[in-house]
């Protein structure tokens, strides 16, 4: 028998499965290779929470930009509406706030947002400018949206966490790990940074509302009166569609 | 009622706790304040428990240097042992490998080593150029020890994994989750790694050979033989000893 023939034909007919790497921080970012790869940007507090919300609830698009000032801008020229917020408080000279809960059907339907935000936005446009094939916007509420669509694209697949100020955040990690048990073993995963991702979330899923308490973004946010908010983005598939940038913008794809 | 006066004397009279932190790679490391703050250099497979084998079995010193030309150069003046590996193998021009149960006290007491590591030795010498005030090494052979050092020190303490290329691995992060769970109460712990780290051990703790399994640096290590060394590295208190940073070296604290 040609065993090396042999070898090489069971190999083609079992092609490798894609890879998966869990990103914790945008700090660790340039550690990945991003060709041939979907990047699913994730701040579930609040900003990809928000923008499953607004695309769910019938939003045209929205664009996430850097600064406020990029808002004002973008937010005048295309007559859309402008979101941010600092220290929870809606940043002077824009409309509305980060919450998933401003924005419902009656509101936001075939308008486009311009939100700005720190973390997922900055990470976004890292993961853009180097290179990522394909970004989606994750969180729990489209989480299994999410997941469909990187089994169908049999791309690599990149969870990127966008943290906080690159320091490695509770929530972001669990939705990582949210992602890598419901479609993990479809990807080959050398990345003890899943590991611990799948891990954590195995071990606080049953009661991951009280694990949250516990995170420093929940006290952070509830310190503003946002439990509301924060259970809302905890909550899976409450607004099933898939954010993706093209062109400038997230849509529904 | 004074109360101003009277919460100042309250709070006079109840100190707060100092921080403790938790650095999941060296690439984050720019992001903690590390004055008055004790770091623990956490490089398991195999550095620093190489390091606590050495030093619990008589070692007069240990020198850890980040190059082979250095450790060739400083093991000759001094007229040291010298040790490094590189994939799985005794660098050539060294004369020792990085494995603890090279040093028993029969071979290394009362010697001087001159360890060359690549991860970890650069995560110490990143922590003294940013001003740590403290640096010991830990590893789960010598975890009651550094656990108690950091009690009585009074200082802050940052636990500094030493990850692989910067990428998180499992068995550091671990091993903070093992500081955490032994000593986190006397600390106040504002830190998302520092919970993930300690939810993750929690979880494995019941077996952690059998998660270890699953990780990275296991793979690797296991391709050359070294399953024995990864069991000893994960045994608990085997090398009860305080290698404390002074001078240029690790030495018994």
Redesign the interface.
């Known amino acids: 028998m040609d065993w090396q023939k042999h070898g090489r034909h069971i190999f083609a007919a079992m092609p490798e499965k894609p890879l998966l790497h869990t990103c ?2 945008p ?2 970012l340039h ?1 990945y290779d991003l060709s041939n790869t979907a990047v699913v940007i994730i701040d579930v507090f609040r900003a990809t929470s928000t923008i499953a919300a607004a695309l769910h609830n019938g939003a045209a698009k929205v664009i996430p930009v850097d600064s406020v000032e990029g808002c004002i801008e973008i937010g005048a020229e295309m007559g859309a509406i402008t979101a941010g917020e600092r220290d929870g408080k809606v940043v002077p000279g824009l409309q509305h706030g980060n919450s998933p809960l401003e924005y419902p059907r009656s509101f936001i339907e075939g308008k486009t947002l311009v939100l700005t935000t720190t973390n997922g936005t900055r990470l976004l446009h890292m993961a853009l400018k180097k290179g990522a094939t394909a970004v989606v916007t994750g969180s729990f509420g489209n989480l299994s949206v999410v997941c469909n669509y990187l089994l169908a694209s049999g791309k690599n697949v990149l969870l990127g966490c966008s943290a ?7 929530e972001d ?1 669990l939705f990582a790990g949210a992602v890598i048990e419901q479609i993990g073993e479809h990807f080959t995963i ?4 899943s ?2 991702a799948a ?2 979330y ?3 899923k049953a009661d991951i509302w009280a ?1 949250t308490q ?4 929940y ?1 952070r946010l509830s310190a503003y009166g946002l439990q509301k908010d924060m259970e809302w983005c905890l909550t899976k598939d409450i607004a099933p569609v898939l954010p993706l940038y093209k062109d400038g913008a997230l849509v529904a794809g």
């Open positions: 914790l921080s700090a660790l550690l906080w100020k690159d320091r490695i955040n509770s990690t050398h990345c003890d940074a590991l611990a891990s954590l195995g071990a606080v694990f516990k995170t420093t973004h006290h």
